[in-house]
């Protein structure tokens, strides 16, 4: 059974950068459905990136397209998420997950002076 576990949060100031991790454990990332989600307070879960099995980023919201970039490390079993140009807009809880299935704890992204 995979777990999924993220990385990487915490407090930035806009326009700053942060790298996201999602290592998995138990199972494969490749050939899976991967993606990014977000969660801000009092608004619901969207997703932000969205990476086919073959591990082709196939969707970008348009908040953060130019801005965040997906990727995946096959050797380390590990999706990443590069985020630039950071806002405040961009705070929320960020999730990954395989399927929408499994999804990891969350880690808190800040953005503010």
């Known amino acids: 059974q995979v777990q999924l576990v993220e990385s990487g949060g915490g407090l930035v100031q806009p326009g700053g950068s942060l790298r996201l991790s999602c290592a998995a454990t138990?199972?494969?990332?490749?050939?899976?459905?991967i993606g990014w989600f977000r969660q801000a307070p009092g608004k619901e879960r969207e997703g932000i990136a969205c990476?086919?099995?073959?591990?082709?980023?196939?969707y970008y919201a348009e908040s953060v397209k130019g801005r965040f970039t997906a990727f995946r490390d096959n050797d380390k079993n590990t999706l990443y998420l590069q985020m630039n140009n950071l806002r405040p807009e961009d705070t929320a809880v960020y999730y990954c997950?395989?399927?929408?299935?499994?999804w990891g704890q969350g880690t808190q992204v800040t953005v503010s002076s």
């Open positions: 997950s395989r399927d929408s299935t499994t």
């Open positions: 138990g199972d494969t990332l490749p050939g899976y459905q």
């Open positions: 990476m086919s099995p073959n591990g082709v980023v196939t």
